[in-house]
């Protein structure tokens, strides 16, 4: 039962964490950007949207898993929806790695340099939640087991999202 305990803990952590950084992260680059004089704009803004987007799938993720293990289904209730968006997850980090790159060969896209380099930034992190999430589990410091995994060489292995995305896709509901 501890076991439990601490695995719903960590759960409501992790969804709770994702849906505050849908706010944080945007206002955090736009904190330092202000404090340094820096402009945003377009380019920076462009990619904060699939960041975000990503960052709220996490959090539906990891709330439903929760739910899940609350109730004792075989899958999250919110897989069907979280499969579906995976789609348009891609193709939004896409439009942002093209928004970016174009910001940096047509300097006039982007109202700054800052603006370019916060949008590499972002986009670079939007990327890593992506895979993160669609694919391979990137998160290694937050669970003593995954680092130690991490740390001794076995590599990274399939993100829990994508086991449970294979289950739905294969049927096995």
Known sequence: MAN???I???LTGYWKLEALNIALIPFGAWLIARINGWALGPA???AF???CFLLAIGAQYWRAKLIRLRSGAALPPA????ARLQAPALALMLAAAAFTAAAFAVPDIARSPADRWMALVMTALGVLEYVNYYHRQLQHFDH???FLRLI?????RRSQMSRDLARWRAGLR
């Open 4 to 6: 439990r305990q601490a």
């Open 144 to 146: 003593a087991p995954d």
């Open 8 to 10: 719903e803990q960590r």
């Open 152 to 156: 001794t060489g076995r590599g990274l």
């Open 79 to 82: 897989i069907g929806l979280l």
């Open 44 to 46: 920076s803004f462009a």
């Open 49 to 51: 949207v699939p960041v």
